[in-house]
């Protein structure tokens, strides 16, 4: 007789093991990028251009959060076309600097023309969304018709969904990732098309925002230097055989004014081979702590040199705690007074954001 347990199944347990079932590319040597690898690690990728095999692949929460941006850019996908304004996706295209290497990728959606908004609003509304994706579906198309009007030009989109802590950064600074940039760039060049947007969509409550990348006639945007400097570094390494330094474990960003760790290194394909770490989780247990540690100094040091004082009145100075922080920070970043004065400029601006701890009050 079978027990209660025997006879139960977990619908979870399903749903979770099919989104890790996904067809990897065999690794091989190969003579050409993938646009989605663009602005990323060039250590990386040279590692595998050359056929090297991953010593950390995707773990099973990565291959998660490659599925659930999968999931919006289809839900994105499908409302332009209820729309009557989606006239490709997935378009392979290939583009080739004389005498650099290959570049090769599939755009997410080239749209545009004379929507029926409302028709669409209808038909969203018929399918019977659950609420959370029906309210962001709407939205989509509201944002939209309130940018863009009855008649849309034709433009290619890159979704991205994202973090709330970086959809306020994209958002406060008005500025895409660099690495989403060259990518959309790419369906641009090998389209010859003027513009393209980068829309973040905040996976957290569903806020999307949208970022324009230009291609100039003169083949000099920002864009395109980017593009351009990051094709032909990997170019000279390849063909030269020159494997790239190995990138920093933590960095400072510019348009923060703050440490944070790099992205580059916690998800490296081979963060084993190249840095150590048996594991990303391993990468985090290091640098958590110390990246916090650079922060709250930095912030103290940015209240002193803004002439801040404490509650009381009192001139602020460096705590131990800080002073240790601090020669850790001198250690770990040769051009660390550069970072400090970036920091108190834009605390002058009011662009940055110190958080009060009792280490920093």
Aim: hydrophobic residues 35%; proline residues 5%.
């Amino acid at each position: 007789m079978n027990t209660q347990n025997e006879m139960s199944w977990s619908f979870f347990g399903v749903w979770n093991d099919s989104l890790l079932n996904r067809k990897e590319r065999p690794m091989s040597p190969r003579d050409y990028m993938w646009a989605s690898e663009l602005g990323g690690a060039h250590v990386d990728r040279y590692l595998r251009m050359k056929g090297t095999t991953p010593t950390n692949p995707p773990n099973a929460r990565s291959l998660r959060k490659f599925q659930a941006g999968n999931i919006w850019e289809w839900l994105i996908a499908h409302v332009l076309k209820r729309a009557g304004i989606l006239i490709d996706s997935q378009n392979h295209l290939k583009y080739q600097y004389d005498g650099m290497l290959e570049v090769t990728g599939k755009l997410d959606m080239l749209a545009g023309g004379s929507p029926d908004w409302d028709k669409a609003i209808a038909e969203v509304k018929m399918l019977e969304l659950p609420e959370l994706l029906e309210q962001a579906s709407l939205e989509i198309i509201n944002q939209l018709r309130t940018k863009y009007g009855n008649e849309l030009k034709k433009i290619i989109l890159e979704v991205k969904s994202c973090s709330s802590f970086m959809f306020d950064r994209y958002e406060r600074t008005g500025k895409a990732n660099p690495h989403h940039i060259m990518q959309l760039f790419h369906y641009l060049k090998a389209m010859d098309m003027p513009e393209g947007h980068i829309v973040y969509v905040c996976k957290d409550d569903c806020r999307m925002i949208e970022l324009p990348v230009f291609n100039t006639p003169d083949g000099n945007s920002p864009a395109e230097q980017m593009y351009r400097a990051d094709i032909e570094a990997m170019t000279i390494s390849y063909r030269k055989d020159i494997q790239p330094e190995v990138e920093q474990e933590v960095i400072f960003a510019e348009d923060m004014g703050k440490f944070q760790k790099n992205w580059k290194v916690e998800y490296s394909g081979y963060l084993t081979m190249l840095y150590g770490y048996s594991e990303p989780e391993a990468y985090r247990m290091r640098w958590d702590g110390k990246v916090s540690t650079f922060n709250r100094t930095l912030g103290r040091i940015i209240m002193i040199e803004t002439d801040k004082t404490t509650p009381t009145g009192k001139p602020i100075v460096l705590t131990p705690g800080n002073k240790e922080g601090l020669e850790e920070m001198k250690a770990t970043f040769p051009n660390l007074d550069a970072h400090i004065a970036r920091a108190v400029e834009l605390a002058k601006k009011g662009e940055l954001v110190i958080e009060e701890t009792e280490e920093t009050i």
